[in-house]
């Protein structure tokens, strides 16, 4: 069984850094391309951003500037940093996997991604 799992998150003060992980199990994702999306209170999910199996990475204009994705693929892990918070940054973040190989580029629709975890829950406060 495939499976996303996020770790991180929580309560963060404005201002501040969120650092969220993603552990892919039951298959590797090293050679695809792996997104991170969010969900505010009240609003549809949006692309935070994501990386490439090349490592090359995609922010959103929301976050960009602030945000930092890595991945490992030893680990079958992918990590994203994201500095400077603010409270619009609440919601709940999803990590997401493609299973399609060797794409150059990234997509910022959640139609392209085949795989989603559970989400982590971040909640900025002033």
């Known amino acids: 069984q495939v499976q996303l799992l996020e770790s991180g998150g929580g309560l963060v003060q404005a201002g501040g850094y969120l650092r969220l992980s993603c552990a892919g199990s039951g298959r590797t994702f090293s050679d695809s391309a792996r997104g991170w999306f969010r969900q505010a209170p009240g609003k549809e999910r949006e692309f935070v951003g994501a990386?490439?199996?090349?490592?090359?990475?995609y922010d959103a204009d929301s976050v960009e500037g602030r945000c930092a994705i890595a991945r490992d693929n030893a680990k079958n892990t992918v990590s994203v940093q994201m500095n400077n918070l603010h409270p619009v940054d609440t919601g709940v973040y999803y990590c997401a996997a493609t299973t399609v190989r060797f794409r150059a580029a990234v997509s910022d629709s959640e139609q392209e991604y085949d795989y989603w975890g559970q989400g982590a829950q971040v909640a900025v406060t002033l």
């Open positions: 990386i490439t199996w090349g490592d090359n990475t």
